[in-house]
């Protein structure tokens, strides 16, 4: 490896996990949240899943103000996260898809 040359170099210490892509987004946003879309696509079909996932949106657009909660006045859906919003949107994410998918599920 490049790191023959290098006699101080350790690469095993150089490596870190990525928190923000590995468990934030990937747990979170790319399993979580798309999971939860193609589950009430799957269950109620396209036009019914996107009333669902509006009236999710809507929900957590309607978070009332409260310490350590942040607000999406506009819903959570953005051309990019980051992570303090993957982070905010954790807290509040369950109680918004409560009711729309079964109890099992959140």
Not at 58 to 77: D, E, K, N
Request: net charge negative; glycine share 4%; proline share 5%.
């Amino acid at each position: 490896p490049f790191t023959n040359d290098f006699p101080c170099a350790d690469i095993h210490a150089i490596l870190s996990l990525d928190i923000l892509h590995q468990l934030i987004k990937g747990g979170f946003k790319d399993h979580l949240v798309d999971w939860v879309e193609q589950y009430l696509v799957h269950v109620h079909g396209r036009t019914e899943a996107d009333k669902i996932l509006n009236d999710i949106d809507q929900w957590i657009a309607a978070v009332a103000p409260f310490a350590r909660l942040r607000q999406f006045p506009q819903g959570w859906h953005c051309k990019q996260w980051t992570s303090d919003d993957s982070k905010a949107l954790m807290k509040v994410y369950i109680a918004a898809i409560e009711g729309h998918v079964p109890k099992d599920i959140v």
